[in-house]
C-alpha cells in the first residue's frame, strides 16, 4: 500500500504491531490477551478503541472531531429536561419588548432587525458551539502535536519512522481528547449561562439576543426579587449586548482574534504530561480526566501571552463596562435594579461562566477589576458628553477607548469635550509616540541644522 494511501488506522494497526511485537495482518490476539496481566480491565480497552474508532470516523481534516464536542456538549446540556414552557415565553417575550423601548431611551444604537428570543440548552449549544471551536482549535492543535512531540522522543530509534507515519493519528487522538473537554466545558456552560452574552465574549450570531428560561429561574432563585423585574433587567442587558455588537460590525472579529492570539501561544506542560503518564493507573482515568478538563497541563504563560492577556482584558472590559453602564440608564426604573446589578458583579467576581469555560480550555483568567474601572469610564463620559457622543466611540475601531482611558477617563473626557466645542485636541500619548517613531527613522541631524530654513516647513533639499 502507498503511503499517501494508508490511513490514520492502518498507521495505528501498524504501530501497535511494533509496539506488540505480531507480524503481519491483525493485532496480535495473543500479545493483546497479556494486557490482562498488567491490571487493564479488557472492557475498559474496549471502550478506549471504541473512543479511537470515533476519533477516526469524526475528525475531520485538522485531526479533531468537532463532532463529539457537539454530542457530549448536547448529552449534558439535555440531561434535565429540553423544553421551554408556553408562560416562560410568553413572559419573556413581555420583557423583551419592554426592555427594546427602556434601551432605546438610554442608547442611540439601533435596535436589532431579529426578535429576540427564548431557547433550550441544546438550542445554546447549537447557536454558540462554531464559536467555541473558533476558540479552541489553536490548543487542540497544540495538544496533538505535543502527544506526538511525547511519542517521537520516547520511541527508540528504529522505531522513528513509523512513529512518523503515525503522527496523524497522534493528532488526531489529541484533538480527540480536547474535543471531548470542550464538549464537557460547553455542555456544562448551557446549564449556567442565563443568556447569550452572559459570557462577554461574541458566541451568539450577529443580531441575534437570547434567554435561556432554564437557566434563568436558577438564577433569581435565591436573589428574593420579583421574578418580573428580573426579567427585565436580563432582557434588557442581553439587548444591550447583542446591538454593540451588531453596531460594531468589527468587534466580534477584534474579540475572538484576540482570544485566539492568546490561545496559539498555549503549549502543553509536556513535564506534567510525562509525570501524569508516569502514574496513570488505566483501571481508574479520573486523575487524567481531570487534569485535562482543569487545565493543569497548561504551563505558565509566557510573556508574550501576558501581554496578549491584558490586551483582550482591557478590550472585554471595555464592552461590559458599556453594557453595564446602558443597562443602568434603561432600568431605572425598576426598584430592584441595583440588587440585578450587584448580583451579576458578584458573580463575575467569583468567576463566573466565561471566566471558568476558557480558564479550563485556554488558561485565560479576565480580572473583573477591570470591568469594574471601565464601567466607572464610560459613567465619566456618558456624564460629560452624553449617550450619544458615547455611543459615537464604537463608531470606528480607532475611536475606541484603550487602556489608557481606563485608567485615566479624565483624559478621555477633556479630549471628548473638547472635540464637542470643536477645538482641536492636543495630541494625546499615542498621536505623541507616533511623532516620536516617525523622527527616529529619519536621519540623524545636530540641533541647528533641524531642516528648517526659516519658513517653518522642513527643507526639500535634506539627504536621504
Same mark, same amino acid.
Not at 99 to 109: G, H, K, Q, V
Not at 239 to 244: E, P, S
Not at 419 to 424: I, Y
Not at 458 to 464: E, L
Given at each position: 500500500?502507498?503511503?499517501?494511501?494508508?490511513?490514520?488506522?492502518?498507521?495505528?494497526?501498524?504501530?501497535?504491531?511494533?509496539?506488540?511485537?505480531?507480524?503481519?495482518?491483525?493485532?496480535?490476539?495473543?500479545?493483546?490477551?497479556? /494486557?490482562?496481566?498488567?491490571?487493564?480491565?479488557?472492557?475498559?480497552?474496549?471502550?478506549?478503541?471504541?473512543?479511537?474508532?470515533?476519533?477516526?470516523?469524526?475528525?475531520?481534516?485538522?485531526?479533531?472531531?468537532?463532532?463529539?464536542?457537539?454530542?457530549?456538549?448536547?448529552?449534558?446540556?439535555?440531561?434535565?429536561?429540553?423544553?421551554?414552557?408556553?408562560?416562560?415565553?410568553?413572559?419573556?417575550?413581555?420583557?423583551?419588548?419592554?426592555?427594546?423601548?427602556?434601551?432605546?431611551?438610554?442608547?442611540?444604537?439601533?435596535?436589532?432587525?431579529?426578535?429576540?428570543?427564548?431557547?433550550?440548552?441544546?438550542?445554546?449549544?447549537?447557536?454558540?458551539?462554531?464559536?467555541?471551536?473558533? !476558540?479552541?482549535?489553536?490548543?487542540?492543535?497544540?495538544?496533538?502535536?505535543?502527544?506526538?512531540?511525547?511519542?517521537?522522543?520516547?520511541?527508540?530509534?528504529?522505531?522513528?519512522?513509523?512513529?512518523?507515519?503515525?503522527?496523524?493519528?497522534?493528532?488526531?487522538?489529541?484533538?480527540?481528547?480536547?474535543?471531548?473537554?470542550?464538549?464537557?466545558?460547553?455542555?456544562?456552560? @448551557?446549564?449556567?449561562?442565563?443568556?447569550?452574552?452572559?459570557?462577554?465574549?461574541?458566541?451568539?450570531?450577529?443580531?441575534?439576543?437570547?434567554? !435561556?428560561?432554564?437557566?434563568?429561574?436558577?438564577?433569581?432563585?435565591?436573589?428574593?426579587?420579583?421574578?418580573?423585574?428580573?426579567? /427585565?433587567?436580563?432582557?434588557?442587558?442581553?439587548?444591550?449586548?447583542?446591538?454593540?455588537?451588531?453596531?460594531?460590525?468589527?468587534?466580534?472579529?477584534?474579540?475572538?482574534?484576540?482570544?485566539?492570539?492568546? &490561545?496559539?501561544?498555549?503549549?502543553?506542560?509536556?513535564?506534567?504530561?510525562?509525570?501524569?503518564?508516569?502514574?496513570?493507573?488505566?483501571?481508574?482515568?479520573?486523575?487524567?480526566?481531570?487534569?485535562?478538563?482543569?487545565?493543569?497541563?497548561?504551563?505558565?504563560?509566557?510573556?508574550?501571552?501576558?501581554? @496578549?492577556?491584558?490586551?483582550?482584558?482591557?478590550?472585554?472590559?471595555?464592552?461590559?463596562?458599556?453594557?453595564?453602564?446602558?443597562?443602568? @440608564? @434603561?432600568?431605572?426604573?425598576?426598584?430592584?435594579?441595583?440588587?440585578? &446589578?450587584?448580583?451579576?458583579?458578584?458573580?463575575?467576581?467569583?468567576?463566573?461562566?466565561?471566566?471558568?469555560?476558557?480558564?479550563?480550555?485556554?488558561?485565560?483568567?479576565?480580572?473583573?477589576?477591570?470591568?469594574?474601572?471601565?464601567?466607572?469610564?464610560?459613567?465619566?463620559?456618558?456624564?460629560?458628553?452624553?449617550?450619544?457622543?458615547?455611543?459615537?466611540?464604537?463608531?470606528?475601531?480607532?475611536?475606541?477607548?484603550?487602556?489608557?482611558?481606563?485608567?485615566?477617563?479624565?483624559?478621555?473626557?477633556?479630549? /471628548?469635550? &473638547? #472635540?464637542?466645542?470643536?477645538?482641536?485636541?492636543?495630541?494625546?500619548?499615542?498621536?505623541?509616540?507616533?511623532? #516620536?517613531?516617525?523622527?527616529?527613522?529619519?536621519?540623524?541631524?545636530?540641533?541647528?541644522?533641524?531642516?528648517?530654513?526659516?519658513?517653518?516647513?522642513?527643507?526639500?533639499?535634506?539627504?536621504?
Amino acid at each position: 500500500m502507498a503511503d499517501d494511501d494508508r490511513s490514520p488506522e492502518d498507521d495505528f494497526q501498524e504501530l501497535m504491531r511494533q509496539l506488540f511485537g505480531g507480524a503481519g495482518g491483525d493485532l496480535d490476539a495473543e500479545q493483546l490477551s497479556r /494486557l490482562s496481566g498488567m491490571n487493564i480491565d479488557p472492557a475498559m480497552m474496549q471502550a478506549v478503541m471504541r473512543q479511537l474508532q470515533g476519533a477516526f470516523a469524526g475528525a475531520d481534516q485538522g485531526g479533531i472531531s468537532w463532532d463529539l464536542a457537539q454530542r457530549q456538549a448536547l448529552h449534558i446540556a439535555n440531561q434535565e429536561g429540553l423544553g421551554v414552557t408556553a408562560g416562560q415565553r410568553t413572559d419573556l417575550d413581555q420583557a423583551f419588548a419592554l426592555a427594546t423601548l427602556w434601551l432605546s431611551e438610554a442608547t442611540t444604537i439601533s435596535e436589532l432587525p431579529t426578535p429576540p428570543a427564548t431557547i433550550t440548552r441544546g438550542g445554546w449549544v447549537e447557536a454558540t458551539l462554531p464559536v467555541w471551536q473558533e !476558540l479552541a482549535e489553536p490548543v487542540a492543535t497544540s495538544i496533538g502535536d505535543a502527544l506526538t512531540r511525547a511519542l517521537s522522543e520516547q520511541a527508540p530509534d528504529d522505531m522513528q519512522a513509523m512513529v512518523q507515519g503515525a503522527g496523524r493519528l497522534m493528532r488526531t487522538v489529541g484533538g480527540s481528547l480536547f474535543a471531548s473537554q470542550l464538549g464537557q466545558v460547553v455542555g456544562s456552560l @448551557a446549564k449556567e449561562v442565563v443568556s447569550g452574552g452572559d459570557v462577554g465574549i461574541p458566541l451568539m450570531p450577529d443580531g441575534e439576543a437570547a434567554i !435561556l428560561p432554564q437557566n434563568f429561574a436558577d438564577f433569581g432563585r435565591d436573589l428574593e426579587v420579583p421574578e418580573d423585574q428580573l426579567a /427585565l433587567y436580563v432582557a434588557t442587558r442581553e439587548l444591550a449586548h447583542a446591538r454593540l455588537f451588531r453596531h460594531a460590525r468589527w468587534l466580534r472579529l477584534h474579540v475572538i482574534s484576540q482570544v485566539t492570539d492568546f &490561545a496559539r501561544g498555549v503549549h502543553v506542560d509536556t513535564d506534567a504530561l510525562e509525570d501524569l503518564a508516569s502514574r496513570f493507573d488505566p483501571s481508574n482515568p479520573d486523575e487524567l480526566r481531570a487534569a485535562i478538563e482543569s487545565g493543569a497541563l497548561l504551563p505558565a504563560r509566557s510573556e508574550a501571552q501576558d501581554a @496578549a492577556l491584558a490586551r483582550l482584558e482591557n478590550l472585554l472590559a471595555t464592552i461590559e463596562g458599556w453594557v453595564e453602564v446602558v443597562t443602568e @440608564a @434603561a432600568t431605572s426604573r425598576l426598584p430592584s435594579a441595583p440588587r440585578i &446589578a450587584e448580583a451579576v458583579r458578584r458573580r463575575r467576581a467569583v468567576g463566573g461562566p466565561a471566566e471558568q469555560a476558557l480558564g479550563s480550555l485556554v488558561g485565560l483568567e479576565i480580572r473583573p477589576r477591570r470591568m469594574r474601572e471601565a464601567a466607572a469610564m464610560w459613567r465619566a463620559v456618558t456624564d460629560a458628553v452624553g449617550a450619544s457622543a458615547r455611543d459615537a466611540l464604537w463608531d470606528y475601531p480607532d475611536l475606541m477607548p484603550g487602556a489608557e482611558d481606563i485608567d485615566d477617563p479624565a483624559a478621555l473626557v477633556a479630549r /471628548l469635550e &473638547a #472635540r464637542a466645542r470643536g477645538e482641536e485636541p492636543a495630541p494625546d500619548e499615542l498621536d505623541d509616540a507616533l511623532a #516620536r517613531l516617525l523622527a527616529g527613522g529619519l536621519p540623524h541631524r545636530d540641533d541647528d541644522d533641524a531642516g528648517d530654513d526659516g519658513d517653518g516647513a522642513p527643507d526639500d533639499h535634506r539627504p536621504v
